[in-house]
């Protein structure tokens, strides 16, 4: 059984960094596609980042691209979210997700596994 675990979130003042890591087991990930996704309150969860865990493609949301930097680290079997720039709008709940796909792809329904979520606050 596919399981992911998230951390590093936390409180950072606007304009600080943020590293999310997710840790990957019980499955052969070479073949997986990770993405990142994340929901404020009130609103319906959104893509921010997916990348193919052999390497090579990744893709962004508009609202992220140029600040947030989606890899992975296979031989460690974790995937991490690098956020610098970080703004009030991006406090969320983070959560990265599975698929069993080559394509990067922001299509929520899609992703097959889903690991339980880590907060990141974005004081102004």
């Known amino acids: 059984q596919v399981q992911l675990v998230e951390s590093g979130g936390g409180l950072v003042q606007a304009g600080g960094s943020l590293r999310l890591s997710c840790a990957a087991s019980?499955?052969?990930?070479?073949?997986?596609?990770m993405g990142w996704f994340r929901q404020a309150p009130g609103k319906e969860r959104e893509f921010v980042a997916a990348?193919?865990?052999?390497?090579?493609?990744?893709l962004y949301a508009d609202s992220v691209k140029g600040r947030f930097t989606i890899s992975r680290d296979n031989a460690k079997n974790t995937g991490y979210l690098q956020m610098d720039r970080l703004k009030p709008e991006d406090t969320a709940v983070y959560y990265c997700?599975?698929?069993?796909?080559?394509?990067?792809?922001?299509?929520?329904?899609?992703?097959?596994?889903w690991g339980q979520g880590t907060q990141v606050t974005v004081s102004a």
């Open positions: 019980g499955g052969t990930f070479s073949s997986y596609l």
């Open positions: 997700a599975a698929d069993q796909t080559a394509v990067p792809h922001g299509r929520e329904k899609r992703y097959d596994y």
């Open positions: 990348i193919r865990w052999s390497g090579g493609s990744s």
